[in-house]
Each structure stands twice: as C-alpha cells, then as structure tokens.
C-alpha cells in the first residue's frame, strides 16, 4: 500500500518584530482636516506614555504575506480533511456566506420598525416552518443560541409544561453516552439528571430505563443517533415507557446530519428537540461560534415556546407575536443568530427535500466506509452499521502508542485529527460528513493503515510526532499552565 509522503510547514517563520524595518508603515493617511486633538489637555498625565510604544514597522505588502503565511500554517476546512465526530467540520457553500452578508440583513438594527423588516422576518418565518418540517413536529422557535441553550430551553419548557398539569417532577434520564451539556442543563434548570445504561452494542437498555423512570421523572434526554455512532431503532418503545408515567422525551439533534430527509423525529413521539444550525446547516463554526439551536416542539409544548413568535397576520405581514401567556419568556437577546438562521434558509433552499436525503445517505455511506476500510487494524467497540460518525479505540498501548500519537502522526499527513477520549477513553471518533471525496476518505483510510503499521515496526514515529509541522511536539502541561504570550528578543 502506497501513502503519499507529508509535506509538512516551514518551521522558521519570522515574527513583525522580526521583519520590521524602521519608518516603514502599511498605512498612509490623509492630511487630518478636523481640528488636531491635544491629548495632553484632554486625557490625564497619569495615564499618558513618556513614549511612543514599540510597535512592529512593516510595509502594506509586508504586513500581508506575513498573515497570508500565517493562515497557511494554520488548520482550515478550506484546505484539509477535518473528521471531528461530534462536531461535523464540513465544507459549507460560500453562496450562503454571500446571503447572510448582504446589507438588507447585516444592516437592520434588532429594534427596526417591522414594517422596514418584512424580507427577514418572511425568512425566519419560513425557516421555522421548515424546521418544524424536517422535525415532524409543530412549530419552532429561532431564539436559542446553539445546542446547550437549546437544551436549557426545552428543559424550561417541560417543566412549564408539567408546572401546568400542577406537577413538579425534579428528575430528568440521560443515556450513559450523553453529551455532558445534558447533565449540565439540567443542573442549569433545578433538576437532578440521572444516568440510563446502555447495552453493548450501544442502544438504550429498555429494563434500566424501565426501573428508573417514575412519577417524579420529568424527562429523558437522549441523542439518536448516538454519540458513539448508533441508532437506536428502539426510540418508539422508549417514548412509550415515558409517555406512560407522564414524562417527555428530548432529543439532542446533534446528529441530524445521519436522519435529513429520511425520519422525522415527531414522527417516533419525540416531544421536544433541539437542531445545531452550525452544525448541520451550513455555518462554519469551531472556537466557539458562531451557533444557533432552535427548538422544535410537540403541539402540546407549542404554548410555552419562548416569545416572540414570528405570526402572519390576515393580508400577510409578518408581526412578533408576544401574546402568548404560558410563554416561558425570551431565553435571549433579541430574536436568534440572525446570520446562522439565514445561512440555513439558504442552505435549505438551494438543496430542497432531495439534497437534505441526500447529506444524510453520504454521510452515514461516508462514515461505514471508512470503518469497513480500517476494521481489520483498529478495533470497533460497538457494531455497526453506523450512522454519520462511529468511534475506533486503537490497540497499540503494548507498543507504547497512545491515541494522542496517531493524532500527532495524521498532522503530519496533513489530516486534521478525530476527536479523542470522547464519549470513551483513549477512542478516536471519526466523522467524515458527506462533503469528502471518494479519493480523500481513501487517502485518509491509507494513511490510518499507515500508522498502524508505523506502530509495530517505528513506533517512536509516532511517539515523536508531529515532524513536519511548524511546532513539534510540546510539553502540553507546561503551555497549558506557564504560557509564553509576550515576544522579547533575546
């Protein structure tokens, strides 16, 4: 088997304090043609410096390639092959970007008249009557700002909703492989979040749902398919048993990218879910945003969505309908993510019911391709087939090789590193998504079947790496804890 050698990044790149040269400057300015500021008169002695501060001196074109080279060194979706399970790192079409840009949206101020407002507000109105589509549910709101404030959102509403009944259920099931956020939100919202097992092969175990839940259980929450790669044909049984003592069903739509288009999750009595628009519907995100989690809900759920909603009225302007008294209130802000929400618009639009079927059978295709490929070299704790991800936990501790080196290792092949030791210690999560090609999912496989064989015959290859990127391996700990963030010369 033949794997194309790395070409790694230069190593030795100049800093602007390095490049400058005295009295360049990238910017030329004017004449100054208001009256001159004395700043002396107008800012305290105090905080004024004795000097000018030493600030790096480049010319425009210099200034440019210096961060021109810099975004090359750097990680991009633009340029590598990103298989982060859980987090579905796709190529997203830049025409969306060019929607959400434009001045009609970018330019509206959250307080505009509604009448100045009509197009956007016909857009999200639309948008949510697509989600609750795709969702087999009601209706939606567009106000929660990604996952995790989906989920507090949904917990809100099922406790308004039991509040309603005259019940205060203060338990809420998670499943064993759960994302931590679910944990996390219940705590948020006053409830106590208790853990289901799951089987060996990674769907829910029916009896310990069974002998957990109770009149006191307000929810389960649960994400299908899993986060370990599995759906859980048995998700109908699991809204019976809850349904039948009173309680409701979540679902974390993290993995939507696995269902667009083929189940609908209203349709097997899930109550209340919440979408990742980052993820699934095409805004780039990662360090922390941009996000949108919309919540979709049964017709039950519908009053207490948050208000505003987006109505029509009878000759058809679009209004914010706020006279909704079971609402739980605003849960944010304004009125959502404008720019995710009309990146999404977009992105369902232009591939329509065929495209969104499509994403999914590429990406579930995409993911049990690989894992048909690398079976035989890295061992699959759950059986498949998969859905858009699956999890691999590498058996190469005898030979000193931990997941962090293969990790290391796929820098150098120029391959953006899975997710590890989540949901399971020392495992590495692969999500191709349905955006890659044959040839890279191809490339990608023989370069895992590469380091395997790097493993038993080098393994200090692996050890040691990366060797062809701009930093080599580091004392992690140590930058954690004692960074270095100032330049000096010596």
Not at 171 to 177: A, G, M, N
Not at 184 to 197: L, M, N, Y
Not at 312 to 327: E, H, I, L, N, T
Not at 358 to 363: Q, R
Request: glycine letters at 8%; a negative charge.
């Amino acid at each position: 088997m033949h794997t194309e050698e790395p070409t790694g990044l230069q190593s030795s790149f100049p800093l602007l304090f390095e490049r400058q040269s005295t009295g360049a400057s990238a910017v030329t300015l004017p004449p100054c043609d208001v009256p001159s500021f004395d700043r002396v008169r107008a800012l305290p002695e105090g905080v004024l410096r004795k000097e000018p501060p030493p600030l790096p001196e480049l010319g425009e074109l210099e200034l440019t390639r210096h961060y021109t080279g810099l975004a090359h060194r750097l990680f991009s979706i633009d340029e590598h092959f990103y298989p982060l399970g859980s987090c579905t790192m796709k190529y997203n079409p830049v025409v969306n970007e060019r929607a959400a840009a434009l001045s009609g949206f970018t330019d509206l101020h959250p307080y505009q008249d509604t009448e100045d407002a009509q197009g956007l507000l016909e857009l999200l109105y639309r948008l949510r009557c697509d989600l609750a589509e795709i969702a087999g549910l009601a209706d939606v709101s567009l106000q929660p700002a990604a996952g995790a404030h989906g989920e507090m959102t949904g917990l809100m509403m099922i406790t308004a909703y039991h509040r309603s009944r005259g019940e205060i259920r203060r338990k809420v099931l998670t499943s064993d492989t759960a994302h931590g956020t679910n944990p996390a939100s219940c705590t948020i919202c006053a409830r106590r979040a208790v853990s289901v097992k799951s089987l060996a092969d990674g769907r829910l175990d029916l009896d310990d749902l069974r002998a957990a839940v109770d009149d006191n259980t307000a929810a389960l929450m649960i994400t299908n398919p899993s986060t370990v790669g599995v759906y859980d044909g048995q998700i109908a049984d699991i809204a019976e048993i809850l349904h039948a003592r009173g309680a409701q069903l979540y679902l974390d739509g993290a993995n939507m990218n696995a269902v667009l288009g083929i189940a609908r999750p209203g349709d097997v009595g899930i109550d209340v879910m919440h979408y990742n628009l980052h993820k699934t519907f095409s805004t780039p995100h990662g360090c922390g945003g941009p996000g949108s989690g919309p919540v979709a809900v049964a017709e039950h759920l519908v009053p207490f969505l948050p208000q505003p909603q987006i109505a029509r009225s009878g000759d058809g302007a679009f209004y914010w309908d706020d006279a909704r008294p079971q609402s739980i209130g605003k849960v944010r802000s304004f009125y959502g993510q404008i720019g995710v929400l009309v990146r999404a618009y977009t992105y369902i639009r232009g591939i329509g019911h065929e495209g969104l079927r499509n994403v999914a059978e590429k990406a579930v295709l995409s993911a049990n391709y690989i894992a048909a490929r690398i079976k035989e070299r890295y061992p699959l704790p759950f059986p498949g087939p998969y859905a858009h991800e699956f999890v691999t936990v590498p058996d190469f501790d005898s030979l000193g090789v931990r997941e962090v080196d293969f990790a290391k290792r796929l820098l150098d092949y120029g391959f953006h590193p899975p997710t590890m030791s989540f949901p399971l210690a020392h495992c590495l999560m692969i999500e191709p998504t349905e955006t890659e090609s044959l040839e890279t999912l191809d490339r990608f496989c023989d370069t895992l079947l590469t380091l395997a064989d790097e493993a038993h015959d080098h393994p200090e290859v692996l050890r040691t790496a990366p060797h062809r990127m701009p930093i080599r391996r580091m004392d992690e700990v140590a930058a954690n804890r004692k960074p270095k963030v100032r330049w000096t010369s010596e």
